[in-house]
């Protein structure tokens, strides 16, 4: 696919926001019966979409415009201290980049997650056929991160390579590591990989200014947020 033009997109019903209370919220899809290439999810992404399993998708809600699609400047990113605190926590964690899949050890990490770290959320109770439509099967651009301490898996990251950026879909954890800060140890790694990987940009997903759990992406400075369909940037 070469372009955008001729990509239908379909509207969701509107359902409970997950992150704001009393809020509802509609969910617009790329048309999930055309296999995007890596250029259109790409292009989608510049325009403040984000992947889901094999969905590529957006709020777009009538009374509320608060979700903010956030990419790092990967290349001009400077470590605050207490990121460079972040490192030396876990500077004996070994990382390797894998290709998504189902293996018990890397289930069971995500389901103890989810159970003890979200179970007010809408992916409670875990289950392994959801694990592997949200984070195993969807896109060819995806990988994971697994990071091990002493052999045992601590964490993972799931990101896609697009062609020019890194973005994180998501992050899960030992909860008994919780001090070690993994997820944005994560974030500070991903960054790290897109340097050397020469992409300009790492994608965050959503930030939402009134939600506790969104407030971490605006640490990871400078970053540039789309606001009325402009990238506005960040110090």
Known sequence: MTG???????????????YLTDQSATTVFADPSIRLDTRSYTLLSQIGF????PHIYKPMCADCNACIPVRVLAPSFAPKRRHRRLQKRNQDLTATVTQPNNQDEVWALYARYITLRHFDGDMYPPSRDQFVNFLVEGREEAQF???RLRGRLAAVAV??????????IYTFFDPDLEQRSLGSYAIIDIIERAVTAGL????LGYWIGDSAKMRYKAEFLPQQRLIENVWCNVE
Do not use: N, W
């Open 4 to 18: 955008l033009e001729t990509l239908k997109f379909f509207q969701a019903p509107a359902h409970d926001c997950s």
């Open 50 to 53: 984000r992947r889901s399993g």
């Open 145 to 147: 991160i697994e990071y």
């Open 159 to 168: 990101i896609d390579q697009l062609q020019d950026s890194l973005s994180a």
């Open 200 to 203: 300009p940009y790492v994608y």
